[in-house]
């Protein structure tokens, strides 16, 4: 191989590894700064709560970054959907139960915590 093969294989290489770092730690580092809340209304009428709850703790243990917090709204849940809600904040600390009215201060609680 040659100086120019040498020189191209050496851009080459340079160029993926500039790639790698952008897509890695740069990404990361702006998921960071831009916290993701989910809000999850619960009402009576939701058939579907186990499978949405489901749905997000497997993104959660994926390691989906851009979950910050999640916001289970209680709009007239039952005391099964409640206590399901209550098991999901249990085994994920970024979840918790909140009123409609509390939205506003969960978000500033969160946001002066980090």
Avoid at 28 to 45: A, G, L
Wanted: charged share 20%; with cysteine.
């Amino acid at each position: 191989m040659g100086t120019a093969g040498l020189i191209s294989v050496s851009a080459v290489v340079l160029l993926i590894a500039a790639e790698l770092f952008c897509l890695f730690l740069c990404s990361k580092m702006k998921c960071r700064s831009y916290p993701m809340y989910i809000v999850v209304p619960v009402s009576s009428r939701d058939e579907e709560l186990p499978q949405r709850l489901d749905c997000i703790g497997s993104l959660i243990e994926d390691g989906n970054t851009l979950i910050g917090n999640i916001l289970l709204m209680d709009i007239g849940a039952d005391d099964k959907q409640l206590g399901q809600c209550r098991e999901f904040c249990q085994r994920y600390h970024a979840a918790e139960i909140v009123l409609p009215g509390d939205i506003e201060g969960a978000v500033k609680k969160h946001l002066h915590s980090d």
